[in-house]
């Protein structure tokens, strides 16, 4: 299983798990849905929308590793 980091696209974060979709529109980040959002790095995007990027990976993280263990 890859890690996800600050750097890590918004567009991998995706391929990587669909789900993570409804996630960011969660937490307010509606964008992702936008074609361009897939090439933001995942840090770009949380400038954006003035969310913490380390709390978001720790997150996203935490959500692929619960899936694979599935």
Do not use: W, Y
Not at 9 to 17: E, N, Q, S, V
Not at 18 to 41: K, N, Q
């Amino acid at each position: 299983m890859a890690a996800i980091t600050k750097d890590t696209l918004i567009g991998d974060i995706l391929d990587l798990d669909p789900s993570s979709a409804s996630f960011f529109m969660e937490m307010g980040m509606l964008c992702v849905s936008c074609p361009a959002a897939r090439g933001e790095t995942l840090e770009q995007a949380c400038m954006v929308h003035a969310i913490d990027p380390d709390e978001i990976v720790q997150k996203l993280n935490e959500r692929l590793a619960a899936a694979s263990k599935k």
